[in-house]
């Protein structure tokens, strides 16, 4: 049992985890657009890192210095294999990032949180798809949205009793929310098999499935391990279907 805390704390409360997954997803666009390279996928895991360091322990002073060591890092690697127009576009994904809990400067939009749902998909998108891309894909954002949005709704079902916000299961109700989540999933797998190479569709319309079934079977009654692991894990599912398909 110690053991398993001491995985789950490194893994899971870190935020090593949650930007392990969001990396795989973001390979997982640039190899389909050929566009993969390890500096940018470094900077994009970095920056996820960092990010929900950010939103999670912005409070704590130790983790503001990881931060800030994070932030020189990152930059570091733009300067030397990267360029000023991604550094740009950097910044601003950085700056999305940001606002979503930066309580000093009396903006959160976790407590708008419908929005905060719809929120994490659109940043989520923004950084996977606009931020390393030379050339902006549309069908590519649009998946990321759907498919982030979808997988992050089954969080707020969980939140339901703990958020003092009006979240989306409060507004529409827990079945509605689902419904919506089989919606997103749905139109994601649409847009997938239209615009993406065979075997990347194909990756991603099964990944899809177990999406759909994993929010199906979410409810509030749910252990944490549910949630903070086989949910988040749904973003490594299309890369990892994807080795093993080819």
Not at 219 to 234: A, C, G, P, T, V
Request: aromatic share 22%; net charge positive; proline share 2%.
């Amino acid at each position: 049992m110690n053991f398993l805390n001491l995985v789950k704390n490194i893994l899971l409360k870190s935020q090593f985890y949650v930007s392990f997954c969001a990396i795989s997803l973001g390979i997982f666009v640039l190899q389909e657009q050929e566009s993969y390279h390890l500096p940018l996928a470094m900077v994009l895991f970095l920056t996820f890192w960092n990010g929900y360091l950010f939103t999670v322990f912005h409070k704590k002073k130790d983790a503001l210095l990881v931060n800030v060591v994070g932030f020189l890092i990152i930059n570091s690697l733009i300067y030397q294999f990267l360029d000023i127009h991604f550094y740009i576009k950097w910044l601003i994904v950085l700056f999305l990032g940001f606002i979503y809990n930066a309580d000093f400067l009396n903006i959160n939009l976790r407590e708008f949180s419908i929005i905060k749902t719809f929120y994490v998909g659109f940043v989520w998108a923004m950084s996977l798809v606009w931020l390393p891309l030379a050339h902006f894909n549309w069908s590519w954002f649009f998946i990321i949205f759907f498919f982030v949005s979808a997988i992050t709704f089954p969080f707020e079902i969980r939140d339901l009793e703990r958020d003092q916000f009006i979240t989306l299961p409060k507004k529409i109700g827990i079945q509605n929310t689902k419904y919506l989540s089989y919606l997103f999933l749905f139109l994601s797998s649409v847009l997938a098999i239209k615009f993406l190479k065979s075997d990347f569709a194909l990756a991603f319309f099964f990944t899809s499935i177990i999406a759909t079934i994993l929010v199906y079977f979410s409810d509030r009654k749910r252990e944490d391990f549910y949630y903070s692991f086989l949910m988040e894990s749904l973003s490594t599912l299309p890369f990892l279907i994807l080795i093993l398909i080819k």
